[in-house]
């Protein structure tokens, strides 16, 4: 039982490169959220889904998409990575209650 | 809006000094107030879930307490292996499930 994995754990872009961070989780959770977390300013929402096939946006979403095609996986993108974008992902699943979130993802946009 | 406030920024402790942190809220319809600790470089591991005003957690040396405006996260004689990093959050009402957090007091207990 693995929990919420994401992939990669580290990643460097240059600004206007774009990728796709990975989440998989095994607990069969219905709800999915991104958060990105930066020094002084906490957790912050990008966007979630409540549902295999939903999204919705979060606090911060400029700049980021998401998909949910399968129930287990939530996929971020960025399409034109930004400096300002330089943070640490953290990918996290729910059913209401409590998260449980993973690893994160450490990203560095030069 | 709801928002969650946390105090102190950072603790320093001895260890075996008891203290606490504080999680003040706001929240439209309360669902549940979750304490995680984070460890540098790692997500965060949920800790306590609180549902209602005067419920009490414990796990270990830490406690975790209710009112209607805000939470105490008591750690009793502390090791320096509970240095960390304490988030509060909060869940209102809504079926989104979201959860809104506090800035977190980053905690180091010295030997």
């Known amino acids: 039982n693995a929990g919420v994995t994401q992939t990669p754990k580290f990643r460097v872009l240059k600004t206007g490169q774009s990728m796709t961070l990975l989440c998989a989780q095994d607990?069969?959770?219905?709800?999915m959220y991104w958060y990105r977390q930066d020094p002084g300013m906490g957790l912050r929402l990008i966007h979630y889904?409540?549902?295999?096939?939903?999204?919705a946006k979060g606090e911060v979403p400029d700049g980021y998409n998401v998909s949910r095609l399968k129930k287990q996986n939530f996929l971020l993108g960025l399409e034109s990575a930004a400096p300002s974008q330089t943070s640490v992902y953290f990918c996290?699943?729910?059913?209401?209650?409590?998260?449980?979130f993973g690893p994160g993802t450490r990203l560095t946009v030069l | 809006e709801d928002q969650v406030t946390q105090s102190p920024e950072a603790l320093r402790l001895q260890e075996g000094e008891s203290s606490s942190l504080n999680c003040s809220y706001t929240?439209?319809?309360?669902?549940?107030l979750f304490w995680y600790r984070q460890d540098p470089g790692k997500g965060p591991e949920f800790l306590f879930t609180?549902?209602?005003a005067g419920e009490e957690k414990e796990k270990e040396r830490l406690k975790a307490t209710l009112t209607k405006k805000e939470s105490f996260l008591h750690i009793t004689a502390p090791k320096p292996e509970d240095s960390a990093t304490y988030l509060c959050?909060?869940?209102?009402?809504?079926?989104?499930?979201?959860?809104?957090f506090g800035q977190g007091t980053t905690l180091q207990v010295k030997p």
């Open positions: 996290a699943s729910s059913e209401m209650g409590e998260q449980f």
């Open positions: 929240v439209s319809g309360l669902r549940g």
């Open positions: 607990m069969n959770h219905e709800y």
């Open positions: 959050a909060v869940q209102g009402s809504g079926n989104t499930g979201k959860l809104i």
């Open positions: 609180l549902y209602s």
């Open positions: 889904s409540v549902g295999e096939g939903t999204t």
